[in-house]
């Protein structure tokens, strides 16, 4: 199972994120890359505090689809809508410079595996509070899925 605890994975994503360019085009959804870069640095920002989101009512338990998303060896569904926080065209954090947005989802990714700690890990909106393992469980995978989506 794949984290951004093991020092190799992390250095994986971040080798697959060199690959995207500001026209680096979609396999699915809506988001260009650029927007893409901002989302994955705005859901950082969401982990650690920073940016606050609200909760999402979910039909099932929060234990069952945290398991279900973290452990389960299936595949991400595409197109799962985002809170409107993380989302660029509503409240997301919007695109500006590609090189400086890059250079600052590094700088989050770097702050968030960083030991010791300089934040508290906040509820994920539609998962509730999940463990260390689980959040850096949770960042990879968000990774390497938006990642996918733009072929690498």
């Known amino acids: 199972m794949k984290t951004l605890s093991n020092t190799g994975e992390k250095a994986e994503l ?10 680096s085009e979609r396999r699915w959804g809506k988001m260009s890359a650029h927007e893409m ?3 994955l640095s705005d859901g950082f920002r969401m ?6 989101v609200s909760s999402t009512p979910v039909p099932y ?13 299936i595949p991400w569904p595409k197109g799962f809508k985002s809170v409107p926080e993380l989302d660029q065209q509503k409240g997301g954090t919007r ?14 990714m770097d702050r968030f595996t960083r030991q010791p700690r300089d934040f508290q890990f906040q509820p994920h909106p539609q998962l509730g509070p999940m463990s260390e393992k ?7 995978l968000h990774m390497d899925h938006h990642l996918r989506q733009f072929g690498a």
């Open 37 to 39: 870069i901002c989302h």
């Open 61 to 73: 338990p929060r234990a069952l689809a945290r398991w279900i998303a973290l452990w389960a060896p």
């Open 47 to 52: 982990y650690m505090g920073v940016k606050r």
């Open 95 to 108: 695109p500006e410079v590609f090189a400086n947005d890059v250079s600052e989802l590094r700088n989050l």
């Open 14 to 23: 971040i080798a697959r994120l060199e690959k995207i360019g500001p026209s």
């Open 134 to 140: 689980a959040w850096m469980r949770m960042a990879y």
